[in-house]
C-alpha cells in the first residue's frame, strides 16, 4: 500500500508515544472503539445487501410537537433509544431512533426562540449527547464528549436562537468513542432555524431531505464497522432520502420547491444533479446566501447542507442523481458512487398555479475581515506495519484526539484566519462546533481560487492535496470541538480543542 503518509518525518515520533495514537491492530481489533465484527457479521455481509423497495411517495420528516406554553419558546423531548425497523417484508432491524424515528423528527423554530429540550438517553449501557450541529449555542449546551449524558439519564439543552442564525442545522449524538456508531445505527435529525422576514417565497414550500445511507445484512441486522469502514469512513449500501430509497415526489409544470439537503452520512461523499429540473443555490449551512446561484452539480461531502430552489419546467420525469466523484479511497471496495437515483420527481404536463418569481437578492451578508491570529491545521493520516499488525492514526498537527488537552485557545469576539491544510491521501471536510465560518480561498496545486459566492458554513470538504483558508469567530466562550466530519476518522483521532476565552 503506498501511501504519502506512510514514511512521513512525523511517523515515527508518533509511533514513539502510542498511547496519543489512535491504534488499530488487525489482530485484535474487537478492543478498537466502535469495531464490533463478530463472525455473524462477516456471514450475513457475504450474503449480499438488502436492499429497500423503490418508488414509495416521498414522506416529509414528522415534526417535533413544540410543547411551550408561550410564545418565541421552543420545548420538547427527545428520547434516544433501541427501535426496531421494518424495513423489508419479513426483516426486522435493530436500530437507533428519536422518538421512535430514524432520521428523528424536524425541529422547526424561529429566530428569536428560547430552545429548551430535554434529552433522555435511554440507549441500553451507552453514554451520549445531543450535539446541534453548526448552532450558535453555548459551549456547555452544545453536546461536547466532555458532557456525556449516561444511560438512563436525562438532561435538558437550553439556548436562544439569535436574530440572523435562520438556517439548516441538525443534532446528532456526540459521545467519546461512539459518534459514528451511534448515527449509522440511525441517530440524527434535523433543526431548522426559520426567520420571519424569509425572501423565498412561501408557494414553493419548504422541505427537508435528509440523505443518509444505509448497510443491511442478509438478516437484517445492520453490520457493525469493518476495517475498510475505518480507513475511509462507513458507506452503505444504499443512500435513504428520509428513509426512503428512491422515492417519488408528484409536482405541476412549473413548480418551485424549496428544499434543504442535507448530507447526514457518516462518510459517503455526494455529488449531486438534477436531471430535468434546474437548480438554485439560495443556502448553505448557515443560511441563505446574498444572492441565488444556478448550479449544475453540487458536491455536498459528509455534514455538509444545501439549501436549493429548484424549477420543474420539463414535464416528465426529473431524478435528482449522483455523479462520479474521487474522494481518494483506500484499498479495495470503493462503492460506486456515480448513477444512483435519490428521488424520482412526476412533473404534470398540465401547468400549475403560477408562482412567484425567486428576489434576486436574499440577504446582505458582511464578510469577516482583518483576522487578529491565524492558526495552521493539518490534517494527516499515518499507516504502519510493525510486529503486532498495522497501525492507523488520523491526526491534526501530528496529534491524536486527547479529551483533557487543549489544542488551540481563541479570544471570544475575536476574527481568526485557520489555514487547514490537507496532506492526506482522502479528503476530510473540516467541521468545527459553536459558530459558522466564510470561506475565502481554496489552493491545489499551487493555483489559488475563491468561492464563487460568500457563505456561511460549518463544514467544508478539503480535498487531498489542498488547503483551505477560512475566517472565523467564536462570540461564546467554553470549549468547542473542530474535526473531521467523516465519523470514524473523528472516532481515530482527527479532532481537537479549541478554548474559547472572554
Ligand atoms: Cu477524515
Known sequence: ?????????????????????????????????????????????????????????????????????????????????????????GLETPILAYNGSSPGPLIEAFEGDRVEITFANRINSEASTIHWH????????????????????????????????????????????????????????????????????????DMVLMLTDLRLAADGSIPGNTMTDLMNGRVGDQVLVNGQRNPRLAVAKGDRRRLRLYNATNARFLKLAFEGAAMTIVGTDGGLIEAPVAADEILLSPGERIELVVAFDSPGLATLGTLDYDRGW??????????????????SETPGAAMPPLPTRLRPIAPLSAPAVSRRLIFAEIMAMNATGMEMGFLINGKAFDMARIDIVSRAGETELWEIVNQADMDHPFHVHGTQFQVIEHERDGKVSKPPFVAWKDTVNVARGETVRLLLRQEQPGRRMYHCHILEHEQLGMMGVLDVRA
Do not use: C
Open 1 to 89: 500500500m503506498h501511501r504519502r503518509g506512510f514514511l512521513a518525518a512525523g511517523l515515527a515520533t508518533v509511533l514513539a508515544s502510542p498511547r496519543a495514537l489512535a491504534q488499530m491492530k488487525m489482530d485484535d481489533m474487537s478492543t478498537m472503539p466502535g469495531m464490533e465484527m463478530s463472525g455473524h457479521d462477516m456471514n450475513a455481509m457475504t450474503q449480499g445487501a438488502i436492499m429497500l423497495p423503490e418508488g414509495e411517495a416521498l414522506r416529509a420528516l414528522p415534526l417535533l410537537a413544540n410543547e411551550a406554553a408561550r410564545p418565541s419558546m421552543f420545548k420538547a423531548k427527545l428520547t434516544a433509544e433501541a427501535a426496531i425497523a421494518r424495513i423489508t417484508e
Open 330 to 347: 483506500m484499498g479495495a471496495g470503493r462503492p460506486a458512487d456515480a448513477g444512483l437515483t435519490l428521488l424520482t420527481v412526476d412533473v
Open 134 to 205: 453548526g448552532m450558535p449555542v453555548p459551549a456547555d449546551q452544545d453536546g461536547n464528549p466532555m458532557d456525556p449524558v449516561a444511560a438512563g439519564a436525562d438532561r435538558v439543552y437550553a439556548f436562544d436562537l439569535p436574530e440572523g442564525s435562520a438556517g439548516s442545522y441538525w443534532y446528532h449524538p456526540h459521545p467519546h468513542g461512539r459518534t459514528a456508531e451511534q448515527v449509522y445505527r440511525g441517530l440524527a435529525g434535523a433543526f431548522v432555524v426559520k426567520s420571519k422576514a424569509d425572501p423565498v417565497p412561501a408557494e414553493y414550500g
